[in-house]
Structures are given as C-alpha cells and as structure tokens.
C-alpha cells in the first residue's frame, strides 16, 4: 500500500490511505525474525530528523557563523561556491557564509552542495580545534538529549542489547556527528559523514572527501563498512534518504518530510514508526 495523500495537524502528519504504521514492538519484533533467519545483519539510520530533530549540520553551520569562526583560509572557496550560484562574492569570510546560509534556506542554493561546505567551513583550523568546537556545541549549546527521537532511540537500545550492529550514515559534518553518534551510544567506526580533507599537518582544507553520504552516496559509505552483510532495517526521514531505504528489507520512515512522502512508492514495503516522545 501507499501513502496517498497527508495532510498536517498542529504540526504532526496524519497518513491516510495506508502506508503502514509500526509500533516500535512490531518493528523489533519483524527485526528479530531476519536477526534469527540470518544472523550477522545489521540496520542504519539517517541522523538528522531521524535520531534526533532538526539538523545539527545546520546548528554547527550556524554557530560558526555566529562565533564570526569562519577562517580567511575559507574566503576564497566560499567566495567561488557562491559567484557559482549567482551570489555577492563581496567582504570577508563569514559575509559570504551567510549569504550562502540564506540561499540554502530560501531553496535556492543546492542541498547537497551545502552539506559539502558546511563539512570544510573550518578550512584552516586542525581537525583536534574542530572536535573540540563540536564536544563544545553538542554538550553547552543544541540540548541534543532533548530533541532525540524516542522510538529510533528503542531501536538503537535494542540492536546494542541483541548485539547488532547500528550504523548512522550521515550527510552533516564529521565532527558534530560524531559528538551526536557517542550521545547515542553508535561506534565511531559505525559512522559515516560529511568527512573534511586535511593536509599534511592537519590543517583542514576547503573541500571533502566524496562523495558524501548523501542520496546514492549514502549507499556507497554504508557498503564500504558493512560489505555485503544483509541490511536489516534502514530509518530515514527526507528524500535523500530513498536509495538507503532501498538498500533495506525493512525501510521504515521516522517522522518524514513531505519529500520523502512524495517518493514513497519507489520505496517497496516501506513503513512508518509510530512515534514515540
């Protein structure tokens, strides 16, 4: 079946025509049938609107910009990456980071292209100066523990206690995912990110490693861990998350925008879990 059409209700959807809904017992409950069926498996999550509310590549974005962080070693590439999309390229680093911040909010800046530079907006910094901002924002500044999702939170609890593994596959930069990924309770070794080059020294550059776990890309990062281990469950919440979802026996959807809504039907047996506070 397929969620035809929805509508919005102080803020929270109301699927009608059918796409089913599962409580997080009946999800656990169908992921212990695969674990007995063929054991090894593993399930992956989307982070952002998935695990937790909002996004926390915008938040580390967003703090950088109000912090004025944006190193000069940045200005040029911010200044290419918006003369390419037909913004000012005038004054310093963070005047051009806001302007690229407001075309990406205004949907007319490329998605997945922002992702990318939020991954490198701290060219010039070492990467131990971008950890410790990240354990800095995550512990004094976003309350991270109050916007996770309980019912992916189950979840989680359940694979560590059942001994599967979980990944978190993500397109928001490495440091604040990883700082997200150890609230959790998801292995570093489990985590895939937005990842910044660095050069000899440690410097960050102002580029990424791609591609990023974005759409298809998400995919190709997940594989490379996980090999050709069944994927029992993927959990996503936005259209990018369509070929991860597609990848899973079990696709479920936590909480999903309206793109990923839009794309259900290429989704074969995908489901909703049921919220939970």
């Not at 990240?134 to 991270?144: D, F, M, S, T, Y």
Request: aromatic content about 6%.
């Amino acid at each position: 079946m397929r969620i035809l059409r929805t509508r919005s209700i102080g803020g929270a959807y109301v699927y009608v025509c059918g796409v089913r809904t599962l409580s997080v017992p009946e999800a656990i409950a169908l992921l212990e049938e695969q674990v007995k069926a063929e054991p090894g498996g593993a399930i992956a999550f989307d982070g952002d609107g998935t695990l937790w509310s909002g996004d926390i590549g915008e938040d580390f974005f967003e703090a950088l910009l109000e912090d004025g962080a944006l190193s000069e070693s940045a200005h040029a590439a911010l200044a290419q990456e918006a003369s390419e999309q037909g913004l000012e390229t005038t004054g310093g680093a963070v005047a051009i980071g806001r302007r690229i911040h407001a075309a990406y909010l205004a949907g007319t800046f490329p998605e997945e292209r922002v992702c990318e530079i939020m991954a490198w907006a701290c060219a010039g910094w070492k990467r131990t100066e971008i950890d410790a901002f990240a354990e800095r924002l995550v512990a004094q500044r976003l309350g991270l523990d109050a916007r996770l999702h309980g019912e992916a939170i189950d979840v989680v609890k359940w694979a560590s206690d059942r001994g599967v593994a979980t990944y978190l596959v993500s397109a928001s930069p490495r440091a604040i995912v990883e700082q997200a990924a150890r609230r959790v309770g998801i292995p570093l070794s489990n985590v895939a990110s937005a990842t910044e080059e660095v050069d000899a020294n440690g410097y960050v550059q102002p580029r990424v490693v791609r591609p990023i776990p974005y759409g298809a890309g998400k995919v190709m990062h997940l594989r490379a861990k996980l090999g050709a281990r069944m994927l029992y469950a993927a959990f996503g919440d936005n259209a990018f998350d369509v070929p991860m979802l597609q990848e899973a026996r079990l696709p479920l959807a936590i909480r999903p925008k309206p793109r990923l809504l839009a794309r259900a039907p290429e989704i074969p047996n995908l489901a909703l879990l049921a919220q939970r506070i």
